[in-house]
């Protein structure tokens, strides 16, 4: 519960982040009479919907951002093709335990794109299958990789 909590305030800070940063280029084009914050503030008095919709999105966020999936590999056999796979993926080893690796993202602005949420472990399922656990867009993203890689319909 705490990890997702966390999850949904680091989501919340990106937003308000996003949404600081285009009023400010509205501002410094001219696009606005007002300050950002002039404007922010009015917007959300207008527009209470969008803070509701805002809300919403923070909370569901984590529960859809973040997946487990399995593949056909094994975590011992194939162990130096899951290393190649994830390296060229942007991932390096971070720490291993029996049965689980734990890789992370290699370059900062690749830690920053998917808000400091950059690690995928990697965990035994039994013989012959492993399950990835991480933020959606890489895991879906590695799980294909290793798919193609292998060569395999799974």
């Known amino acids: 519960m705490v990890k997702y909590l966390i999850r949904s305030l680091k989501y919340l800070l ?3 982040v996003l949404v600081a940063a ?3 280029l ?3 084009t001219g696009s606005m009479s007002q300050s950002p914050l002039e404007s922010l503030y009015e917007g959300f008095a207008r527009n209470r919907m969008l803070l509701w919709l805002l809300v919403a999105l923070v909370l569901v966020y984590p529960a859809m951002g973040y997946v487990k999936r399995t ?3 094994d975590l011992k056999s194939d162990r130096a093709t899951i290393d190649e796979v994830m390296e060229r993926a942007g991932f390096k080893v971070e720490r291993e ?3 689980t690796v734990t890789y992370r993202a290699e370059s900062a602005l690749r830690r920053i794109w998917l808000m400091c949420e950059d690690r995928i472990t990697v965990t035994s399922e039994g013989e012959g299958y492993i399950q990835m ?3 959606r867009r890489a895991v879906v993203s590695i799980e294909y990789r290793m798919k193609a890689y292998c ?3 799974q």
Do not use: F
Request: cysteine-free; hydrophobic content about 50%; glycine content about 14%.
């Open 97 to 99: 335990a029996e049965g």
């Open 14 to 16: 990106t937003l308000v």
């Open 71 to 73: 593949v056909h590999l």
């Open 26 to 28: 509205a501002y410094a």
């Open 22 to 24: 285009l009023y400010a």
């Open 151 to 153: 060569g395999r319909e």
């Open 133 to 135: 656990d991480g933020i």
